[in-house]
């Protein structure tokens, strides 16, 4: 695959025929206090690909993308052979906005003074409005969003990809959540959709940009750090708050004027959360994604032997008691195991780990009694597809898995190939890989060398996507394009959803990636911001309110522009 796009403004990442990363390592951050192993946004322009890295831009110098050159292919259609009397149409604004609904009324009033972008050769027919001003080629509303990323556009489902963010239409929860939603979670998507239009023959429009078929949609969502011991344990062994209350987090701000925490810098500065309400909502964004995926850290103990670590020590582990949530609750569908604090009980703790997921019916990789089981992938089938999920690790502090010592599968060349041979073999279409890393250290938004050597391995072997994790800060998302077609995304990390760190803002927070697909092209890309109460309930924050600071600061070091 090939992806291209810029980290920062010093910096700049290709990924042709082979996925891979070049981009120069930041400042390194100052030792941290808890050295556990583990509106709208200007990002900066990118420079061209570096010399001397060996790889041929997607674009030539000078060059631009053709029009409607990420438009569906006819395997990604309904196959129609003419455009429907009538359509939906996507609301879409630029990546970097962070704006996540709207409301009719908000369209009308863009539509009243000009301000809503619309297709040629399209009338709108719910809900009724006649824009203002003239209209835009509907393969180039992509290139408006991009160069003004806050403008908010119309634009027929087969034309959406991850530069149009799409926007749900406000519903009942929190920050106007789980409203209608064409590439939403399942309930989103069954909702009756009330944006829609007819063409009026005054500009060509080809069947594959105005169809669409619901049942090739699908949305993955993948949590951050899932260890639930130190200050979950405390709130719910020793407070007595139970395990239900970490789990049914709802929404929160932030208590009197927060700051985004200056990087490379002392003192490390803190938020506290208050919690607001609207319990469940949450997990509810995770439960109801059609794949959801997480990152676990720490063993898994029968309840009977289980102690709460409730200090700053870094042995963790967590009770049988929580798998049910993360069943249930959460509706995981995969977890991958591949980290650093995963033999802190020793063999013991690894073998009862992957007893009680069994015991659960809960799919996993990257642990094992040796190393062909813990290479060994997991599976979810949606949407007439297969996904295979890959988990490796090179964080010091766990047992390495060989032929006959269990662990986990280190980050090596050979186990990678190997991991989505296996992946290929039972069936994947599409293959992720969750590598925990950190490139040289822990607690740093953007990619280091190391990191960037280790995506061209993935791309080689065959990784479709890749998601880490490890590093407990959120960012940087990688997007690019795919010389197989299409994008793909890497994202070093997404922080923490669940992990005992309340000693600094960063490690506080953390986003829900939510990835949605047609089939095995990933079309949109959205963050949901969270954050840690008491270090132990995750909750969800208004991205456009406290939520902005955590996205910001992955969107600082990102390369979204893959179109460049």
Known sequence: MGWAGALRTTTAVAFVAALAA????????????????????????????????????????????????????????????????????????????LKATVTLDELRALAARGSLVVPCGVSIENPPMTPRGGCTDATRIVDVVRAAPGRVALLPPGLVEPATKVLSI????????????????????????????????????????????????????????????????TQAVARGRGWDWVFEGGTARYAGGAVVDPPYERPYRTVQPVDTGNRG???RVVRQSDVAIADHECPIVADGDYTPQLGTTTVFSVPEAV???????????????????????????IRSTLRLMDKYRIPRTGLGMDLDEALRPAFVDVAGIRVGFVAVNDVAGVARADRDTPGVPWITR?????GVKRARAGGADLVVCNPQWWGGAEYHDDLWPLQQKQVRWFAEAGCDHVIGSGTHVAGPLLLGRRAAGGVGVVLSSPGNYLFGQDWWQETQEGIILDLSFRGTTLVNVRMR????????????LDPQGDGRYVLQRVLKYSSVDYRR
Not at 209 to 222: G, I, L, R
């Open 22 to 97: 070049c981009s120069g390592q930041g400042p390194a951050r100052p030792a941290a206090p808890d050295a556990t192993a583990h509106g709208t946004v200007t990002v900066g322009p990118s420079p061209a690909t570096p010399s001397g890295t060996g790889l041929t831009p997607l674009v030539p110098p000078g060059g631009t993308t053709p029009p409607g050159s990420l438009a569906p292919t006819p395997s990604d259609t309904t196959g129609q052979d003419a455009v429907p009397t009538s359509f939906p149409l996507a609301v879409v604004t630029g990546l970097q906005n």
């Open 170 to 233: 406000a519903g009942p929860g929190p920050y106007g959540m789980f409203g209608p939603d064409l590439f939403g979670d399942k309930a989103a998507r069954a909702l009756p959709y009330p944006v829609s239009g007819t063409a009026t023959g005054s500009a060509a429009l080809d069947p594959r940009w105005t169809s669409y078929d619901a049942s090739t949609v699908w949305t993955m969502t993948n949590l951050g750090s899932l260890c639930s011991d130190r200050g979950a344990a």
């Open 281 to 283: 909502a949450t997990p």
């Open 323 to 349: 798998l049910p949530r993360w069943r249930d609750t959460l509706g995981l569908d995969v977890v991958y195991l591949a980290a650093n604090h995963m033999s802190d009980k020793g063999v013991r703790g």
């Open 414 to 418: 050979a186990n990678i190939v190997e």
């Open 529 to 540: 911001p969270t954050v840690m109460i008491r270090q132990a309930r995750p909750a969800l």
